[in-house]
């Protein structure tokens, strides 16, 4: 079993950064990826990067140059360094393990 915990979201003025944390526990082994999803209001949820085992990352097109996914493997956590944020980077922002159910997310605002 795996489990998580998501945290570092807050208020954040535009062009500030923000650094969110992913921290995984249990079945650490059996994760072959971690994902970062987020979910603005009234907006479907989508996909905002991903980091493999092998520290492969793929991003999406409207984060990419702006966001930086990476993982302290001694720490079992995932990181998603954000900069240059935008108003639309407003959202709840979900940590994804391998095929793990949604958890909480932690918002994000970006707002002066």
């Known amino acids: 079993q795996v489990r998580f915990v998501e945290s570092g979201g807050g208020l954040v003025q535009p062009g500030g950064s923000l650094r969110l944390s992913c921290t995984v526990s249990?079945?650490?082994?059996?994760?072959?990826?971690v994902s970062w999803y987020r979910q603005a209001p009234g907006k479907q949820r989508e996909f905002v990067a991903l980091?493999?085992?092998?520290?492969?990352?793929t991003y999406a097109g409207s984060v990419k140059g702006r966001f930086t996914i990476s993982r302290d493997t001694a720490e079992n956590t995932v990181f998603l360094q954000m900069s240059s944020l935008k108003r639309e980077d407003t959202a709840v922002y979900y940590c994804?393990?391998?095929?793990?159910?949604w958890g909480q997310g932690t918002q994000v605002t970006v707002s002066s």
């Open positions: 994804k393990p391998g095929t793990t159910s």
């Open positions: 249990g079945d650490i082994f059996s994760i072959y990826a």
């Open positions: 980091i493999t085992r092998g520290d492969s990352t």
